[in-house]
């Protein structure tokens, strides 16, 4: 689950293994589905552009202007993925994680 926090609906990208300690999900999932009740959205977030703690989507432009690296919610709406994007993540993953 998602919160809103300094303009950015932030997420955990690890979990617990309670006993090795935290252990992200590359290799192990494609894409985390993440809802805020606080901007009632839900959005889909491809594992392989992930944060290995962490991960922050912003709700608008920083103030400096930057665009480069930052990752827009509006990007990310669950209500934006089509087939053939959730189709493209899951490829895209298969291929990085099986060495192909």
Same mark, same amino acid.
């Given at each position: ?6 303009? &950015? ?15 992200? /999900?590359?290799?192990?999932?494609? !894409?985390?589905?993440?809802? &805020? ?6 959005? !889909? ?5 992930? $944060? ?11 103030? +400096? ?10 990007? /990310?709406?669950?209500? $934006?993925?089509?087939?053939?994007? $959730? ?7 298969? $291929?990085? +994680?099986?060495? &192909?």
């Amino acid at each position: 689950m998602g919160h809103v926090r300094d303009g &950015c609906v932030v997420f955990n990208t690890a979990g617990t293994d309670h006993g090795s300690g935290p252990r992200d /999900y590359h290799g192990r999932a494609d !894409l985390f589905g993440v809802r &805020c009740p606080e901007v009632g959205k839900t959005f !889909l977030v491809p594992v392989a552009i992930a $944060l290995r703690s962490s991960m922050g989507l912003r709700m608008k432009s920083p103030e +400096n202007g930057q665009r480069s690296k930052v990752h827009f919610a509006a990007d /990310y709406e669950i209500a $934006l993925w089509t087939v053939e994007r $959730l189709r493209g993540v899951v490829q895209s993953s298969s $291929l990085l +994680n099986h060495g &192909c």
